[in-house]
């Protein structure tokens, strides 16, 4: 093994492990903020979802949040236990499930107005730092 190989198999030298740990970074900065709303993160990203949204198929949903239905699946159920969204399969077709937001849900939204100015004082980025970064994780995902 060259010198070079070597050093490119170094963690310190892997795109994926600073990314791997910022994810779990943030998630873990939500954790405080969302348990006010008693949502997990999964549960908030899927209902900002359906508030820009408000129905779609249960796979649309699932490719927005990159999610797959085993993992999807149990989170729209507890958030339709708790009364913030609906599930009906359509008839000609009951693997298509649509989900959709209830009033409950909606008025879920003003309360949660607060997270994202939270979330920010989290972070030492200037919003142009944000906006930098916030760019190049999507060139990365598309």
């Known amino acids: 093994m060259t010198e070079l190989e070597s050093e490119a198999l170094k963690i310190e030298n892997q795109l994926c492990f600073p990314l791997y740990a910022a994810s779990k970074t943030v998630v873990a900065k ?3 903020i969302l348990e006010k709303l008693d949502l ?7 209902m900002l979802v359906l508030r820009e949204h408000t129905a779609m198929y249960l796979k649309d949903l699932g490719d927005m949040l990159f999610l797959d239905s085993g993992t999807l699946t ?19 077709d009951e693997r298509n ?3 959709s937001l209830t009033k409950t849900g909606f008025a879920l939204k003003e309360k949660a107005k607060f997270v994202p100015f939270e979330i920010m004082k989290c972070f030492n980025l200037s919003p142009d730092e944000a906006k930098t970064l916030y ?8």
């Open 97 to 99: 499930v649509l989900v």
């Open 135 to 142: 760019n190049l994780l999507y060139k990365i995902i598309n």
């Open 30 to 32: 939500y954790r405080p």
């Open 40 to 46: 997990t993160y999964t549960q908030y990203i899927t």
């Open 74 to 92: 149990p989170v729209v159920k507890k958030l339709e236990e708790r009364g913030y969204l609906c599930r009906v399969r359509e008839i000609k």
